[in-house]
């Protein structure tokens, strides 16, 4: 389908219409010639586009690895290695980000598991947060 008004595009794309008109700013997306009336007409390609990068947002990737992704995706004959790169780096983002909240839970699993529900002056969830405090107070 082409000559689409951004607001088909938006719905079909599921991207906000402001999303669509910033990523125009940035040049993510190629601005689209304007019918005689000065309404944005969008293409099949556009809406490729904007699918690839509503799909990019969600898993993460930041908008300046997006648009090397994108100037790949336009040059189909060079080499992946370095949207191989850009995926490795992200997969190690989450990786850090899932250690670090499995720390975290298992952090307030034993603040929990030790709680007696007693009185607050008996608290483990208490305790643990004041001791912390005065762990960091000691290490400076």
């Known amino acids: 389908m082409t000559d689409m ?6 719905r079909r794309s599921q991207v906000k219409v402001p999303t669509i008109r910033y990523y125009e700013q940035i040049g993510l997306l190629p601005t689209p010639p304007r019918s ?6 969008y293409g099949t390609r556009d809406l490729r586009r904007l699918s690839f990068i509503r799909h990019a947002r969600d898993l993460g990737f930041e908008i300046d690895a997006i ?3 994108l100037t790949l995706q ?3 004959t060079q080499p992946c290695a370095e949207a191989d790169s850009i995926a490795r780096d992200k997969l190690a ?3 850090a980000r899932i250690d670090s909240l499995m720390a975290l839970k298992e ?4 603040m929990v598991g030790g709680c007696g529900h007693n009185c607050v002056g008996e608290c483990r969830v208490i305790e643990v947060l004041a001791d912390h405090h ?3 107070h000691a290490e400076h």
Request: proline share 7%; net charge negative.
């Open 5 to 10: 008004p951004i607001g088909e595009i938006s």
């Open 36 to 41: 005689e009336g000065n309404r944005r007409l």
């Open 67 to 69: 648009r090397t992704l």
């Open 74 to 76: 336009d040059n189909p």
């Open 93 to 95: 983002e989450v990786n």
């Open 107 to 110: 952090e307030l699993e034993a």
């Open 134 to 136: 005065k762990c960091l």
